[in-house]
């Protein structure tokens, strides 16, 4: 059954831009055991859509397959003398 609430936890756990280490796959098409990889998106169900190191593009499924995160992408807002972006104003598009 399809859970919303599920889905938004785990794009909130895993970004797009977090690296990722496959450590088993359930999957007869799986990435080999090992691969690291980086996360690309979310979908609504909660699979993680991946971009593995080897070209690749299988995605992962929480709660039945097994990874571990290996770095998680930097906020912004975290960077040392990051700027947010401009802003315009409606005036300023022409």
Do not use: C
């Not at 690291?36 to 998106?41: F, I, L, N, S």
Request: glycine share 8%; net charge neutral.
């Amino acid at each position: 059954m399809f859970d919303r609430d599920f889905a938004q936890r785990i794009k909130e756990r895993y970004p797009a831009g977090t690296r990722i280490r496959l450590d088993h796959m359930s999957d007869p098409q799986a990435v080999p055991s090992g691969t690291e990889g980086t996360v690309t998106y979310v979908d609504d169900i909660g699979q993680i859509g991946m971009k593995w190191d080897n070209g690749r593009s299988l995605s992962l499924v929480p709660g039945e397959d097994d990874f571990s995160v290996i770095s998680r992408p930097e906020k912004i807002e975290d960077r040392p003398h990051a700027k947010p972006p401009a802003r315009k104003s409606r005036g300023d598009a022409r």
